[in-house]
């Protein structure tokens, strides 16, 4: 009996040190998977378009966003400026300004923007030295022009395995997708300005590029900037 219960004892002990281990294994991966979400989590950088033209006007409404963005967010801000305008009146580490100028006429705004875009994107893979292009996985275009209110909490709440995050504007009647913002993964600006950057508008070509591709729509924002074109103001953009 003593024998009987010595091999019992053994046999609990043995199935105490199973369950323990098994609990303890169980923890580490749930705490590694929980850990490899966080660290997939999205890395934005802000991406604004910009054309002073001798604008004065505009580009105080250029340089009162670019401030905004600075200010109120913690993200690094690529601006780029295709009318050959640095932007110097502006100091700050967080703010990185490619420009050049256009010495050729195109048919619309979307062509220019495309191509400033190609712009940038060129230029920086041509400087390996900027680590917060490279650390980024997704880049938020916006129009110069526009600030948007509270976004860094906006995008820190948005799913992280999304191509697309689009404006809420959009129209499947007209093939229409308002493009004033609009966050990417970067692996696919290129891909998208490239369809541009020759012939079409953006709405639509930004509408037809997201039909393949996973996406979400988020916003609106409160908005008092009337656009350059048209000089229509969205008030929620």
Not at 136 to 160: A, P, W
Not at 213 to 228: E, M
Request: glycine share 2%; aromatic share 14%.
């Amino acid at each position: 009996m003593a024998v009987n219960s010595k091999i019992f004892n053994l046999l609990l002990l043995i199935f105490l040190i199973i369950i323990i281990m098994f609990y303890i294994n169980k923890n580490i991966i749930y705490e590694k998977y929980n850990n490899d979400n966080f660290n997939k989590k999205n890395k934005w950088i802000i991406l604004l378009t910009t054309a002073v033209n001798n604008d004065e006007e505009r580009k105080n409404i250029y340089i009162n966003s670019i401030n905004k963005w600075l200010n109120n967010t913690s993200f690094d801000i690529f601006v780029v400026e295709s009318s050959d305008y640095n932007f110097n009146e502006i100091k700050n580490d967080r703010l990185h300004v490619y420009t050049f100028k256009f010495n050729e006429k195109l048919s619309s705004s979307s062509q220019y923007e495309s191509r400033s875009i190609l712009n940038i994107l060129n230029n920086i893979k041509n400087n390996n030295n900027n680590n917060k292009y490279n650390d980024s996985t997704h880049i938020l275009k916006v129009t110069g022009r526009y600030y948007l209110d509270n976004i860094e909490e906006v995008l820190n709440n948005l799913d992280n395995d999304k191509d697309l995050y689009l404006q809420i504007h959009r129209s499947n009647d007209r093939k229409w997708q308002n493009s004033e913002y609009f966050g990417i993964r970067k692996d696919l600006l290129e891909e998208l300005a490239n369809t541009i950057k020759d012939e079409g508008l953006f709405e639509h070509k930004l509408y037809n590029f997201s039909l393949d591709k996973k996406y979400i729509k988020f916003g609106p924002f409160k908005n008092n900037v009337r656009r350059g074109g048209d000089n229509l103001l969205l008030s929620d953009l």
